[in-house]
C-alpha cells in the first residue's frame, strides 16, 4: 500500500513569489490534514478535509494561504505570496474515518522543506 | 485555550527506560496519541489511548489519566534508533469539530 506522498520534497522561493504544495493521501482515507512545523516548534494543525469538504481551517495563517481538494483525492496549499515566516515543513497527514484508534492514526507524508529568502 | 506540554530534551544510555510525560488542556478529549520523527523524517504513529491505563506495544507502552489530563510514554530497553523526537497528541474538538493539537516534541538521545 502506497503511503502519503508530497511534492515537492523541497522548495526555495523569494518574498512575494507563490508556491503550491501537493498531498497524495491515502487511497481510501477521506480525511486529509496539513500542518506545520517550525523548527524546534509543535507541529502546528492548518487545516482538515472530509473527503472534498474543508472541515476545519481555523489553523491557516491568512488568507496568503488557500487550500484545495478537488475530487476528494489529492491536495494542495498555495501560498501566495510567501513571507519569511512561511519557512517550516509542511506536513500532510490522512487517516481512516473520524472515532475510535483508526482516526487517531495518522499517516503522515515526508512533508515539504518550504524556504522563504 | 489549548496546549500540550512535554519536557525539550531527554538523554538516557542504551538499555535504559526512558518516560517522556505530556500534560494537556483542551476543549474536548477524544484520545492522546504518540508519534515518534526521526530527523528528516514523516511522523509515525506509536500509540493510542483513549481510556485511563496503560496501552503495550512491544518495548513501548503509553499511559493515560484523563482525571489528571496526563499521559506519558515509556520506551524500555533503549536502542540508538530510538534516538529521535517523540510528540504527544491530544484529539480534541472545535466548534464541534475535530482537531489535532500537537506538544512540542521530546527530543530524545540514547547515548551508547
Known amino acids: 500500500e502506497a503511503g502519503v506522498t508530497q511534492f515537492p520534497s523541497h522548495s526555495v522561493i523569494e518574498k512575494g513569489q507563490t508556491v503550491t504544495l501537493r498531498c497524495d493521501p491515502i487511497s481510501g482515507h477521506d480525511n486529509l490534514y496539513w500542518y506545520r512545523r517550525v523548527m524546534g516548534k509543535e507541529i502546528k494543525f492548518l487545516l482538515h478535509f472530509v473527503k472534498e469538504s474543508k472541515q476545519d481551517e481555523s489553523g491557516m495563517p491568512n488568507n496568503r494561504f488557500l487550500a484545495e481538494r478537488t475530487g476528494g483525492t489529492y491536495s494542495t496549499l498555495k501560498v501566495q505570496p510567501a513571507e519569511l515566516e512561511d519557512s517550516g515543513v509542511y506536513f500532510c497527514a490522512s487517516s481512516q474515518g473520524l472515532a475510535g484508534v483508526g482516526a487517531s492514526e495518522q499517516y503522515f507524508g515526508p512533508g515539504t522543506r518550504l524556504t522563504v529568502t | ?112
Open chain 2, 1 to 112: 485555550g489549548q496546549s500540550l506540554e512535554q519536557p525539550s530534551e531527554v538523554t538516557a544510555v542504551e538499555g535504559a527506560i526512558v518516560q517522556i510525560n505530556c500534560t494537556y488542556q483542551t476543549s474536548g478529549f477524544y484520545g492522546l496519541s504518540w508519534y515518534q520523527q526521526h530527523d528528516g523524517g514523516a511522523p509515525t504513529f506509536l500509540s493510542y489511548n483513549g481510556l485511563d491505563g496503560l496501552e503495550e506495544t512491544g518495548r513501548f507502552s503509553s499511559f493515560l489519566s484523563r482525571s489528571d489530563s496526563y499521559g506519558y510514554l515509556l520506551l524500555q530497553e533503549l536502542q540508538m534508533k530510538d534516538s529521535a523526537s517523540y510528540f504527544c497528541a491530544v484529539r480534541g474538538t472545535t466548534s464541534g469539530t475535530y482537531k489535532y493539537i500537537f506538544g512540542t516534541g521530546t527530543r530524545l538521545k540514547v547515548l551508547a
